[in-house]
């Protein structure tokens, strides 16, 4: 995985998120830092317009790099990162289920 272009992760106290800004708004993945080694991933919001076209996979892409580089595992309450995790297997190591 690499990271996607234009997407800023913003963090505030135990507060996080991924944004990418285009013409069509913001679209963002947000979480909760519940310890240095585990986030809670509670919503995926894509901008109108943008929907299906891969925006919130890279958001999702932009997280599990984070984790990956990081240590951290992720619970994916969000269920957009929920439904992710399940159809990606190799995902495994970087989730708290």
């Known amino acids: 995985m690499t990271a996607s ?4 992760r913003v963090i505030n106290g135990t507060k996080g ?4 800004t285009t013409p069509e708004g913001e ?4 979480y909760s830092i519940a310890s240095p080694s ?5 919503h995926t ?3 109108p317009g943008l929907e299906g076209q891969g925006v919130g996979r890279r958001l999702l892409d932009r997280l599990l790099e984070d984790a990956r580089t990081e240590g ?3 619970i994916p309450l969000c269920p957009y990162v929920n439904a ?3 159809k990606h297997p ?3 190591d970087l989730f708290n289920v």
């Open 17 to 20: 998120r991924y944004v990418l």
């Open 5 to 8: 272009p234009g997407i800023k």
């Open 90 to 92: 190799e995902w495994a």
């Open 84 to 86: 992710q995790r399940r």
């Open 45 to 47: 919001a894509v901008a």
């Open 38 to 42: 585990l986030v809670i991933a509670d």
């Open 72 to 74: 951290f595992k992720i």
């Open 27 to 30: 679209s963002e993945l947000t």
